[in-house]
Every structure is written in C-alpha cells, then in structure tokens.
C-alpha cells in the first residue's frame, strides 16, 4: 500500500507448452480454478457481512515472521510482545467512536507464535489467472500455518520484519477480503514502529474492504476522500493522513508518510465501506471470507 518499490523477487511465468493437449489441460486447470473460486465465494460470502457488523469486537492475530537471517531481525523479533500492538486497537476504538460504532474495543490485536514460514509471493506483473491461484495458494498457506488455537481469530495478519540494513525498501504489503488475509512487510527496529503499524491498519481495512484512496502512480492522496480533513482552512499542511490514503499533504506538491496512527484518520469515504457509517453495500468483489481453505 504504502508505495514503496517492489524490491521483490519476480516469479518467472512456467513456459507455456504448444502442444494442443497442453493448452486444453491449462485451460481444464483454469476452468477448476474458477469453479473453486466460485465455491470459496458461495459458501463464504456472508463472512464480510459478519465482520463488518461491528456488534463484538474482530480478533486480528498477529503472526510475526523473520524475514531475514539477521540478528537484528531475530532480537526484535524476540522482544516483541501483546502491548507492542496495542496502539493499533486504541486507533480503531478512538476512530470508531467518532463515527458512533458502540463497541469500546472494535478490533483486538493478539500476538501469536512466530512462523517459521513465509508466505507465497505474488510476482508483480502476474496475470489474472496466476493471481488468482495465487490467492488459492496465500489462503492454503495460512489455514496450514494459523489458525490452531482456541481463541476466536477473525483476521490474521502476516507480518514480516526485515532488518532495515539489509533490505531498506520492501515490497508492497497487501490485505485480501477474501480469506480476511493480510501480509505485511515491515522493518525490524523501533523507531519504524509507528508506520509499520499504520500499514498494519491499512492493510487490515483492506481485508474488510476498504480502498486506497490514493493515485497509484503519484501516492499523492486522491481529493476529497484520501484527506485527513478536505474542509481544513487553509487546506496545507494536512493536520492528518487518511488511513487509506496513507500519506498527508504538506503541500499541494508534497506529501509525507505518517510517523504513526497518531497522524492518522479515517475519512467518512472508507468509514462507509467498513460500514461505520449507514448506506454502504458490500462490494461486489469482497463476497468472500474466511472459512475458506
Ligand atoms: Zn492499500
């Protein structure tokens, strides 16, 4: 979200073979796909209408992941406890209540083990079919991975620490409706504390169906809607970021990252689509849910 370069691996496509039978199994493989596609969705697809009912709180775990071999990662890793997320719960409950949601805690981080594992990168330029089996494969990865303990766990979110020295720009972190799935790049060291977990918050929305509201080539917050305030005098410097626009405005040219969700708002536009605010409908491509592979 936050647009930082893709430093990620790029995943070759497999050569396509010629041969007549090789196209008519692709093509069999395709059709399978979207049919199980079809079926996660159907049998899933009140699960967004749940998690944004905002009547209890959502569960997010917290699955932290070494990225790196660094001992840099490996301590902050280690160190890392519940109250570390907890800035992330106080936003939403201070967020929620300005929108009138009556839940004191609306969302609940909870730590969990760390994972030995990583999960399934997406090459950038990936088509639609191989997106979508890669989608497959992310949901596969973390139902095998997560999910094995007795407290409710509504969202999970990946989080993969890498050591700032080593890796200083991550790829794009990501959070899928389907499956209430997000993965996370962040940095192994406190002072990244604070926007790590603003792209913890975004990502998390995201999960629920809330969209950016920036422009993808620019980052620059789209107006009105990816302002903290578009009705601030004077309207520069932006007081706030909006949580899915993920930058504020200093001026009408530059912009900045938020430091933390202190700096962060969300506006009414994503309000409406994580249902704070009445009259939103489900998206039409967030008809999925967890409870799926
Ligand atoms: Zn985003």
Same mark, same amino acid.
């Given at each position: 979200?936050?647009?930082?370069?893709?430093?990620?691996?790029?995943?070759?496509?497999?050569?396509?073979?010629?041969?007549?039978?090789?196209?008519?199994?692709?093509?069999?493989?395709?059709?399978?796909?979207?049919?199980? +596609?079809?079926?996660?969705?159907?049998?899933?697809?009140?699960? !967004?209408?749940?998690?944004?009912?905002?009547?209890?709180?959502?569960?997010?775990?917290?699955?932290?992941?070494?990225?790196?071999?660094?001992?840099?990662?490996?301590?902050?890793?280690?160190?890392?406890?519940?109250?570390?997320?907890?800035?992330?719960?106080?936003?939403?409950?201070? #967020?929620?209540?300005?929108?009138?949601?009556?839940?004191?805690?609306?969302?609940?981080?909870?730590?969990?083990?760390?994972?030995?594992? %990583?999960?399934?990168?997406?090459?950038?330029?990936? %088509?639609?079919?191989?997106?979508?089996?890669?989608?497959?494969?992310?949901?596969?990865?973390?139902?095998?991975?997560?999910?094995?303990?007795?407290?409710?766990?509504?969202? !999970?979110?990946?989080?993969?620490?890498?050591?700032?020295?080593?890796?200083?720009?991550?790829?794009?972190?990501?959070? +899928? @409706? *389907?499956?209430?799935?997000?993965?996370?790049?962040?940095?192994?060291?406190?002072?990244?504390?604070?926007?790590?977990?603003?792209?913890?918050?975004?990502?998390?929305?995201?999960?629920?169906?809330?969209?950016?509201?920036?422009? +993808?080539?620019?980052?620059?917050?789209?107006?009105?809607?990816?302002?903290?305030?578009?009705? *601030?005098?004077?309207?520069?410097?932006?007081?706030?970021? #909006?949580?899915?626009?993920?930058?504020?405005?200093? %001026?009408?040219? *530059?912009? #900045?990252? @938020?430091?933390?969700?202190?700096?962060?708002?969300?506006? @009414?536009?994503?309000?409406?689509?994580?249902?704070?605010?009445?009259?939103?409908?489900?998206?039409? %491509?967030? *008809?999925?849910?967890?409870?799926?592979?």
């Amino acid at each position: 979200m936050t647009g930082r370069h893709i430093a990620g691996r790029r995943i070759a496509a497999r050569p396509l073979h010629s041969t007549p039978r090789a196209g008519t199994f692709r093509q069999l493989r395709i059709l399978v796909l979207l049919i199980v +596609l079809l079926l996660v969705s159907v049998t899933t697809c009140e699960t !967004r209408y749940l998690s944004t009912h905002w009547r209890s709180p959502l569960y997010v775990s917290i699955y932290p992941i070494a990225a790196d071999a660094s001992p840099v990662t490996r301590a902050y890793v280690e160190a890392l406890d519940s109250e570390r997320f907890k800035p992330i719960d106080a936003f939403f409950a201070r #967020e929620a209540k300005r929108y009138g949601v009556e839940l004191d805690a609306p969302v609940k981080t909870r730590l969990r083990p760390e994972l030995r594992d %990583s999960p399934p990168r997406r090459a950038p330029d990936a %088509s639609i079919p191989v997106t979508m089996l890669w989608s497959l494969r992310l949901r596969f990865w973390a139902w095998r991975v997560s999910g094995h303990v007795a407290e409710p766990e509504d969202i !999970r979110m990946f989080v993969l620490y890498h050591d700032p020295a080593l890796t200083p720009v991550v790829p794009h972190s990501l959070g +899928l @409706p *389907q499956g209430l799935i997000g993965v996370v790049y962040a940095f192994a060291t406190p002072d990244m504390d604070g926007s790590n977990d603003v792209v913890i918050a975004h990502e998390l929305l995201h999960t629920l169906g809330a969209t950016d509201k920036y422009d +993808l080539q620019t980052d620059a917050p789209s107006f009105p809607d990816g302002y903290g305030d578009p009705h *601030q005098v004077p309207l520069y410097p932006q007081a706030t970021a #909006e949580l899915m626009a993920g930058r504020r405005m200093l %001026s009408a040219t *530059q912009l #900045e990252e @938020p430091r933390d969700l202190d700096e962060v708002v969300v506006g @009414p536009a994503t309000a409406l689509e994580i249902r704070w605010l009445p009259g939103a409908s489900p998206h039409p %491509s967030d *008809q999925a849910g967890r409870g799926a592979l």
